[in-house]
């Protein structure tokens, strides 16, 4: 079992940044990928950014390029998501997930572990 958890959402102004981290326990011995979903109300869960064990390999959302960026520290087996230049349209519950493997897919049935969520909500 792996156990995930999310800090750092919150309010935050439209054009404002915000960082969010996962931090993972549990029977993580083995590579894994880590991603960034998020959903707003009424709608499904969509694919924000994935990257790869190693922190070589990124998959960003056409929607999030150029603002979001993703890392990790394996060491404290923590993903970090930074976002800047937030807009109304980044309102969301964001979810930490984990797969195992080196592939980052974009489709949610693909991970195996997801946090609760952080809620992130950009005002005008």
């Known amino acids: 079992q792996v156990q995930l958890v999310e800090s750092g959402g919150g309010l935050v102004q439209a054009g404002g940044s915000l960082s969010l981290s996962c931090a993972a326990s549990g029977r993580t011995v083995s590579s894994y990928s880590m991603g960034w979903f998020r959903q707003a109300p009424g709608k499904e869960r969509e694919f924000v950014v994935a990257?790869?064990?190693?922190?070589?390999?990124?998959v960003y959302a056409d929607s999030v390029k150029g603002r979001f960026t993703i890392s990790r520290d394996n060491a404290k087996k923590t993903v970090y998501l930074q976002m800047n230049s937030l807009n109304l349209e980044d309102t969301a519950l964001y979810y930490c997930a984990f797969k195992w493997g080196s592939s980052l897919p974009p489709r949610p049935n693909d991970y195996d572990y997801w946090g609760q969520g952080t809620q992130v909500t950009v005002s005008s």
């Open positions: 990257i790869s064990w190693s922190g070589g390999s990124t």
